[in-house]
């Protein structure tokens, strides 16, 4: 089956800094990936889709300077946390979209100290 | 806007049938799936649906729609320890960027011996 993986898979950082989570499609090229945010015990929330050389397109309440979204290739999106706060604490996971399904990355976990 | 709702608990004994619901607002999802996510992991593709068929199964897990109703379950014979996890419904709906899901909240499965 298709396979994503996301690096890293756990990272610990100061507030105010910069975190860079990446999120590649290892044996299939995906036009398009997606980002979703998850707090314990909630659902997934969909944070942007991002196609392949061109911008992406954030949700409503995303901010589009904070998370900042890279999708130079087709095996490869990243997403970066400009100056986390605690606030960007959270589960971060990405999905590529192939064969008319979306197949997700096992997760980076942000804690934001 | 669309939603997706499912129970939030379901407790059964090891071998019994699990039956998760689910409800769906958006009548143009073209696929409706099912992922499993165990604790601290990202989300593993169950199964999927497309919208003109009413029954799928595949080894242990049989999937019903009922467009009508918009309603959609998943039934695991034979439940084992094993699966024990968070299942979430989603359904697919086409966003400025291409085809993203939308999520229910999750319902967590607890499986006993």
């Known amino acids: 089956g298709a396979v994503v993986s996301q690096h890293p898979s756990w990272v610990i950082c100061k507030s105010g800094t910069s975190v860079k989570i990446e999120c590649r499609s290892l044996?299939?090229?995906?036009?398009?990936m997606f980002w979703y945010r998850q707090f314990p015990k909630q659902s997934l929330m969909l944070m942007a889709t991002?196609?392949?050389?061109?911008?992406?397109?954030?949700e409503q309440g995303v901010e589009k300077d904070k998370f900042l979204i890279n999708h130079a290739s087709l095996t490869l999106s990243t997403l970066t946390v400009t100056s986390a706060h605690p606030e960007d604490s959270s589960f971060y996971i990405c999905?590529?979209?192939?064969?008319?399904?979306?197949?997700f990355g096992p997760g980076t976990r942000l804690l934001v100290l | 806007g669309e939603d997706v709702e499912q129970s939030l608990f379901l407790s059964v004994r090891e071998g019994d049938s699990s039956v998760i619901n689910c409800t769906y607002t958006?009548?143009?999802?073209?696929?409706l799936y099912w992922y499993k996510q165990e604790p601290g992991a990202g989300l593993q593709l169950l199964t999927y649906?497309?919208?003109?068929?009413d029954m799928k199964q595949d080894q242990r897990l049989t999937v019903l729609l009922n467009k009508k109703d918009k309603h959609l379950s998943l039934r695991i014979a034979d439940t084992q320890t094993g699966d024990s996890a968070i299942y979430f419904c989603?359904?697919?709906?086409?966003?400025?960027?291409?085809?993203?899901?939308?999520f229910g909240k999750g319902t967590t499965l607890s499986v006993s011996s």
């Open positions: 999905s590529a979209s192939a064969f008319e399904t979306q197949y």
């Open positions: 649906i497309f919208s003109n068929m």
């Open positions: 044996d299939f090229q995906a036009t398009t």
């Open positions: 958006d009548s143009s999802s073209t696929y």
């Open positions: 989603a359904e697919s709906f086409l966003n400025q960027a291409g085809t993203a899901l939308i």
């Open positions: 991002s196609n392949e050389g061109s911008k992406a397109t954030y």
